[in-house]
């Protein structure tokens, strides 16, 4: 899910996990926090973007794209480790805070075990506990080691977030080739959030030439992808869908779409967000868009 320049840090994007690697999560940007009425025990993983100096001498637009972009990366690594934290709120009623508990540390433990003896699966998830500080430390510089040895393997989930830290600059140094090679690698086994951040890397040019085709052909991916899940009822994909509506991934941009979307995942930052831009008749024909998807759903 791309941010765009008014979007904030909210935390939201599609990836697979065990429900044991739910324990790393530590924000929830699909807005379950906010649904069971605990918004001050979020713990909030939120990325300070320096805008200046750029590592560009671009043009004005060339700027503006260059804060979308980084807005809008933030954003969908923010949809992954909102599933992820979704996959623990259900069994717990609630989001988990905090991260270093006694079961916390102990699935460090064990995933270090696993990760040690080359396992994939716990060299991601180890890699998740150390970016976000669950059970251990929290160290940007070893979670990238980690997702490196995973994604080398082979697991979409690490190369995506690998990707992501390449774009951030997150652990490593900042490189848009790099983390365009890993996002490809993620959508091409079709991880839906490294589909979508493929597609905008291609619509502004950034890690690979500008190609308005290709940033089409990958949004669109995305928006298949997030939709398989927004109708199994999965919160993080269905605000997946609202961003992309709101900005025109994969989609024609519609603002009805995006609030409802948001509104159907119980993302209030987004629907606040939105009804900043529409009008009242567009707010109440989104209302009632979000219901009718309810029932669509439901089918």
């Known amino acids: 899910m791309l941010l ?3 979007h904030d840090s909210e935390k939201i994007y599609v990836t697979e996990t065990h429900a044991s690697a739910a324990r790393s999560a530590s924000v929830c940007g ?4 906010e649904k069971n009425g605990n918004p001050t025990e979020q713990v909030t993983h939120t990325r300070v973007i320096k805008l200046s100096p750029l590592p560009y001498d671009g043009t004005a637009k060339f700027r503006g794209d260059f804060v979308f972009f980084m807005l809008y990366i933030t954003c969908m690594k923010s949809i992954t480790l909102g599933i992820i934290v979704c996959t623990l709120c259900v069994p717990l009623g609630g989001c988990a805070n ?3 508990t006694k079961a916390d540390k102990e699935d460090a ?4 075990k696993a990760a040690d003896q080359g396992d994939a699966e716990a060299q991601y998830d180890l890699g998740l506990c150390y970016e976000l500080g669950s059970g251990v430390p929290k160290d940007e510089v070893e979670a990238v080691k980690w997702y490196r040895k995973a994604a080398e393997q082979g697991n979409a989930d690490a190369q995506y977030l690998l990707g992501s830290c390449y774009a951030e600059g997150t652990g490593v140094k900042m490189d848009e080739v790099e983390a365009v090679k890993w ?3 993620a ?10 951040d493929l597609g905008f890397c291609y619509s502004i040019g950034s890690g690979v030439p500008e190609d308005k085709v290709e940033a089409l052909k990958w949004g669109r991916k995305a928006v298949k992808g997030y939709r398989k899940a927004a109708e199994q009822g999965n919160a993080a994909a269905q605000s997946g869908l609202g961003s992309c509506y709101e900005l025109g991934v994969g989609v024609p941009e519609d603002k009805v779409e995006a609030y409802a979307f948001y509104n159907l995942s119980g993302s209030r930052k987004g629907t606040d967000r939105m009804a900043k831009k529409m009008t009242p008749e567009q707010i109440a024909a989104a209302k009632e868009r979000t219901k009718n ?3 669509e759903f439901k089918k």
Request: net charge positive; glycine share 10%.
């Open 30 to 33: 699909a807005g379950c926090c």
């Open 183 to 185: 996002y490809r690698k």
């Open 109 to 112: 433990v064990e995933y270090r």
């Open 4 to 6: 765009g320049s008014s």
């Open 98 to 100: 905090p991260l270093n």
């Open 187 to 196: 959508a091409e086994q079709g991880n839906a959030s490294a589909q979508s």
């Open 293 to 295: 998807l309810e029932k």
